[in-house]
């Protein structure tokens, strides 16, 4: 079944297998796991969500350094479904690492796409939106459709980690998801990027080669510059801008931020 939404496309139906608790129940487990897995590894965590969302669990990965998520997700979840943001924007090394990681890692890739293609969202905003609002480019070709697949779904796996940026430095492992109704787990939360990287070095995961090219945070290709030695870790995305954050992580003590 498809949908017409605010009449600027046809959206396709959500991949998942829609939720089986109800909010409060799922509310009742984020709290509980919190306390639980407050200093758990990245394993413990992965297997507990397994064991107790099934089918109902879904991982997002960017395809940079958080490639190291899906492999982890998979030792526990054979073929678990990962979503992949199509904005039509991407470098072509991050559609490499997607390709390369379907191809090596027992999951099942979910292609995530806007209601609108870029030459449609050009016809109907002007173009170079991301240029003259960063924030409803991000809206329209990250928020809308990452929001549309994780309805229906339980929880969520995410590659979050502390280091990442000052509002990520509290990230637990597990939490309640407010905005989206649902479990959210980051389970690489307190890793460090060298982490990531030795780990994906270990278990042969597929990371993005920009990663080596100065380019620590990675995303839509006209947003994202390299940046210096030593300078902040995100400060290649939206350069020059307020903007730090797509949107796709709101928390309740930042709820003002484009995270």
């Not at 139906?13 to 829609?18: D, K, L, N, Q, T």
């Not at 758990?40 to 960017?62: I, K, M, Q, R, Y």
């Not at 210096?228 to 995305?237: F, L």
Request: charged share 20%; glycine share 8%; aromatic share 6%.
């Amino acid at each position: 079944m498809s949908l017409d939404v605010a009449g600027l496309g046809v959206v396709p139906a959500p991949h998942g297998p829609g939720r089986r608790r109800s909010a409060a129940e799922l509310e009742s487990l984020a709290h509980e796991a919190s306390v639980r897995f407050a200093d758990a590894s990245a394993e413990e965590v992965l297997a507990w969500a397994s064991e107790t969302f099934g089918d109902c669990l879904v991982v997002a990965c960017s395809m940079a350094g958080d490639t190291v998520v899906p492999h982890l997700a998979a030792r526990h979840r054979p073929g678990v479904d990962v979503l992949f943001l199509q904005t039509g924007y991407h470098f072509p090394e991050t559609i490499g690492t997607r390709d390369a990681l379907e191809a090596t890692t027992d999951v099942t890739i979910v292609d995530v796409w806007p209601v609108q293609t870029v030459a449609q969202q050009d016809a109907t905003f002007g173009e170079q939106l991301h240029d003259r609002d960063p924030r409803q480019c991000c809206g329209l070709r990250k928020v809308e459709p990452i929001n549309r697949e994780l309805a229906s779904y339980e929880a969520w796996v995410t590659g979050l980690r502390r280091e990442d940026s000052p509002l990520r430095a509290d990230t637990p492992l597990v939490e309640w998801d407010t905005a989206h109704q649902m479990v959210k787990i980051n389970p690489i939360a307190a890793w460090t990027f060298d982490e990531q990287v030795a780990y994906a070095g270990t278990h042969g995961v597929p990371i993005n080669l920009l990663l080596t090219e100065g380019y620590p945070s990675i995303g839509c290709a006209p947003c994202t510059r390299p940046v210096a030695p030593g300078e902040d870790p995100r400060a290649g995305r939206w350069a020059g801008l307020a903007k730090t954050e797509c949107g796709l992580h709101v928390t309740k003590t930042h709820p003002e931020e484009d995270q």
